[in-house]
């Protein structure tokens, strides 16, 4: 299966008909990762674990300030991962443009949208290669991992797949490298701006 977003290309294609074929020996013998390997995925998933800790610090600062949407304001603090994004999004679409730069700031909330998928991938999915190919592999058989990466679930007896180039991976990495810098410095500004010198700062 594809990953979310992705632009299937004809190696990746084929690679995903060749593992459709494959028993579940085959897979298992298909390379292991390697220590650059690793490194790229720990990176990935630390990333987002500091975006997400940063996230959780800017609805606390809006929700200080009543600036929740309304679609927030019912689960919060309670918002799942995947709604953190969304109900930022929704709160920076409603600020003054003279004082917030907004077409940077959805551009990076975007790239933590749509990498968020890999980050699901990474943690939850086993990780191979693909002989000969600069491509990952990735396998799980649970049902409630596939559909978090994925957004479907599993048939019978039968393993969720899904093929990524290992070149794109570590490009897609630095991208979410650069949101979460922007996410970082962010907090600060949006502390000062929006809350009063009297009120509760928030603490890392």
């Known amino acids: 299966m594809a990953l979310p977003g992705e632009n299937r290309t004809p190696k990746v294609i084929a690679i995903e008909e060749a593992i459709k074929k494959m028993s579940s020996q085959e897979l298992a013998a298909l390379p292991g990762l390697d220590g650059e390997d690793f490194k790229t995925f720990g990176t ?6 500091f975006i997400d800790l940063n996230l959780r610090r800017a609805l606390e600062l809006f929700a200080l300030k009543k600036m929740l949407p309304k679609s927030a304001e019912k689960l919060y603090p309670n918002l799942s991962d ?10 920076i679409k409603g600020m003054d443009p003279k004082v917030e730069d907004i077409p940077t700031a959805l551009t990076w909330l975007e790239v933590i949208s749509k990498t968020r998928g890999y980050r699901n991938l990474v ?12 491509v990952y592999v990735f396998v799980s058989k649970s049902d409630r991992d596939a559909r978090k990466a994925l957004g479907s679930g599993l048939a019978a007896h039968r393993v969720h ?20 810098s922007w996410l ?3 907090i600060p500004e949006w502390d000062k701006r929006y809350l009063k010198a009297s009120e509760t700062k928030i603490q890392v």
């Not at 797949?161 to 979460?180: L, N, Y």
């Open 44 to 49: 990935l998933i630390q990333h987002f674990c």
């Open 82 to 91: 995947s709604m953190l994004t969304e109900a930022l999004t929704e709160i």
């Open 123 to 134: 943690g939850h999915f086993a990780g191979k290669r693909f002989p000969n190919q600069d």
């Open 161 to 180: 797949t899904a093929v990524a180039g290992r070149s794109d991976f570590a490009e897609m990495t630095k991208s979410v490298e650069q949101a979460q």
């Open 184 to 186: 970082a410095k962010k």
